[in-house]
């Protein structure tokens, strides 16, 4: 996305258009989003005051499994020449994630959640 993630451009170009039509295919599914800006604003939270949403203890980004999917990403990524090159380079490398890690990632959850409530929300070893 080029530019500034707003909480309106995160309705308009992320949650309306594709967020929205995912959770209504999954009757009783959770959304889970941090606690970031966009996501906080209050045409965010408007818009997914129609869904079911998980909430988000503030500063705790070990919760986050995409949080780890980006960190393997950039540790496969090299030096690029132009934003078009990265843009692809993310894209290919996002494209063959092995499913295996993500189902680790999810798998972990519940021993996350357990980890951070020990930590009174503070870091975990995650």
């Not at 309306?16 to 941090?34: E, K, Y």
């Not at 690029?80 to 692809?88: G, K, T």
Request: hydrophobic fraction near 40%.
């Amino acid at each position: 996305m080029c530019g500034t993630l707003t909480g309106q451009r995160y309705v308009d170009d992320i949650l309306r258009p594709h967020v929205g039509p995912f959770l209504n295919g999954l009757p009783g599914a959770l959304f889970q989003q941090d606690n970031a800006r966009p996501h906080t604003a209050t045409v965010a939270l408007d818009f997914l005051r129609h869904f079911q949403t998980l909430s988000w203890p503030a500063r705790s980004p070990d919760l986050s499994p995409v949080k780890h999917v980006w960190d393997q990403i950039k540790r496969q990524m090299t030096s690029f020449h132009s934003v078009h090159d990265l843009e692809l380079a993310v894209q290919d490398l996002w494209a063959h994630l092995l499913q295996d890690n993500i189902r680790c990632l999810i798998n972990a959850m519940p021993d996350r959640v357990a980890a951070c409530i020990a930590a009174g929300g503070g870091p975990t070893r995650y």
